[in-house]
């Protein structure tokens, strides 16, 4: 019986050691280039609303490497050798033996190699992952926030006498890297014609000469951060496993958001996505900063737009969501206010993105074919809102939300060792022309005074929160202070940040052990 409970107890360790080893190595496959802290964000926030083809490419990816290395770790506990292997040692008159079979060892005390195998694979799983560097920069503190911070209740903030609409339409995980190299991408063929003619035909803003885009930032790369450090002018930072910083009362209760602005000067605000609107904190997000009205996957099965059987990929796909859209914006420009009306796609989401049924197949992968979908649905949209009456009235903002998340195996080979991959941006019908757009050194941050001043909005010092106005010569804390140095600084922890944005004593909640 003893024998039993021993095998047991070991078995149990070396699965989650081999869990353990699985996870890690795909972590590391697959998301070769994202912080550790969307990993810790998402599991300590909960994973509510994810499509479940997520979950089942990660377990089918997975399956067979675990099952390989329980097998490898589970060998040695078989005694495949009855011999020994004896090392004497002779003390005076004694003489001691030992068998040093490692085989018959690990058979022998097989509790203690479960022991031991767990433990090096949690250690070496928390230096891979970077869950080491994490927790030192937990306690690395930066004073950018001090030096920088722009307040957006501290300085003047003024709308024109007619105010003008705006619609934010964020391309999930978009990038420029799908147009041809000729445009300013990286591929040797354009996948995204309409976004290219888009933003060669309307304003962007650029890092180059070409078409080009926001720089990736520390904790700003995946989709609520993305959210949130092009409305707030700031990353998202969440301390592990404090769920009560993302409900609806605290969610970043200290900042000031571009939904907060326009509640003030009476705008109506809306945001839709094609899924639940609660995953990774998007609706306390909404709904603290501006009350914004939310259209997701839950409000579109009560209202009978569809049943919870119709349900696809991560909700509804894209057709419907702009569809929905139209409606809504039609209404909302019949009301006597002005309107911000916000729009998510989800279509283009790792893996593979959701490639819908009418969608042609003309590129080599259902990832291209996804993106090249999504291009005709926005060049379809924005000629829509070209033709309504509400036109002239209305700015539309089109930004991709964050870079993709697709392993590196899909760009090997295809882009060019010194390509930059930046986020996707246009301005459509702003009512302020920019000094310089190109050449440009600017991220996520710099997107939340923009979209104001694309509003004729004049903000006083051209700075909110940690972004610059790109409208504005003044220059980007970027090219200020050099990209390296400051994607270190926001890596850190902040005392500014936990006492002022999250507006709660973490240090002394930490003292606490709370």
């Not at 796609?345 to 590129?363: I, Q, R």
């Not at 870079?403 to 060019?416: E, I, R, T, W």
Request: glycine share 6%.
């Amino acid at each position: 019986m003893i024998h039993i409970v021993k095998t047991f107890v070991s078995i149990v360790l070396l699965s989650c050691s081999s869990l353990i080893i699985t996870v890690t190595f795909y972590i590391l496959v697959q998301f070769p280039n994202q912080n550790v802290d969307e990993i810790i964000y998402t599991l300590a926030n909960g994973l509510k609303g994810a499509a479940p083809e997520v979950f089942q490419s990660a377990i089918k990816q997975s399956i067979v490497p675990f099952i390989a290395v329980f097998l490898l770790l589970i060998l040695p506990l078989k005694n495949f050798s009855k011999r020994r292997y004896i090392i004497e040692l002779h003390f005076k008159k004694k003489k001691v033996g030992f068998n040093v079979n490692p085989i018959a060892w690990t058979s022998q005390y097989r509790i203690s190699y479960g022991i031991i195998s767990f433990l090096i694979t949690v250690l070496l799983s928390y230096q891979i992952i970077g869950i080491d560097d994490y927790i030192k920069r937990l306690s690395d503190y930066t004073t950018i926030y001090e030096d920088y911070y722009i307040d957006g209740r501290k300085i003047a903030i003024e709308f024109p006498e007619q105010k003008q609409n705006l619609i934010l339409l964020y391309l999930e995980s978009m990038e420029n890297t799908m147009m041809d190299r000729g445009s300013g991408g990286g591929w040797d063929y354009n996948v995204i014609p309409e976004l290219t003619a888009l933003a060669k035909n309307h304003l962007n803003f650029s890092h180059t000469d070409q078409i080009g885009g926001a720089f990736p930032i520390s904790r700003t790369q995946w989709t609520i951060a993305g959210l949130v450090s092009t409305t707030a002018g700031i990353p998202l930072h969440i301390p592990i496993g404090d769920n009560n910083y993302t409900n609806y009362e605290n969610f970043l209760a200290g900042a000031y958001t571009l939904g907060d602005i326009l509640q003030n000067e009476g705008y109506q605000l809306g945001f839709i996505a094609g899924s639940e609107a609660e995953y990774g904190g998007r609706k306390n997000y909404f709904t603290k900063h501006g009350n914004y009205e939310i259209f997701d996957l839950n409000r579109s099965i009560q209202e009978g737009r569809m049943k919870i059987d119709d349900k696809v990929w991560w909700g509804f796909d894209d057709s419907d969501l702009f569809a929905w859209a139209k409606e809504i914006l039609i209404d909302y420009a019949r009301q006597d206010e002005p309107f911000s009306f916000t729009i998510l796609t989800v279509n283009t989401h790792f893996p593979d993105g959701y490639l819908e049924d009418k969608a042609k197949a003309s590129f080599p992968t259902q990832y291209e074919n996804v993106h090249a979908h999504t291009s005709k649905q926005v060049h379809e949209f924005v000629e829509w809102f070209k033709s309504q009456a509400f036109f002239d009235q209305t700015t539309l903002v089109i930004l991709g939300d964050h870079l993709s998340m697709q392993s590196d195996d899909f760009y090997k080979g295809k882009l060019a060792d010194n390509y930059e991959r930046t986020t996707y941006n246009v301005f459509i019908n702003a009512k302020k022309d920019p000094i310089k757009t190109n050449n440009r050194k600017f991220t996520n941050l710099d997107l939340y005074p923009t979209i104001l001043a694309s509003l004729g909005v004049k903000i006083e010092g051209d700075r909110l929160g940690l972004g610059t106005n790109l409208f504005s010569e003044k220059q980007t804390l970027v090219e200020e202070l050099g990209y390296s140095y400051l994607n270190r600084e926001l890596d850190k922890n902040s005392l500014f940040y936990n006492n002022s944005i999250l507006q709660d004593d973490y240090i002394k909640m930490l003292e606490q052990g709370k």
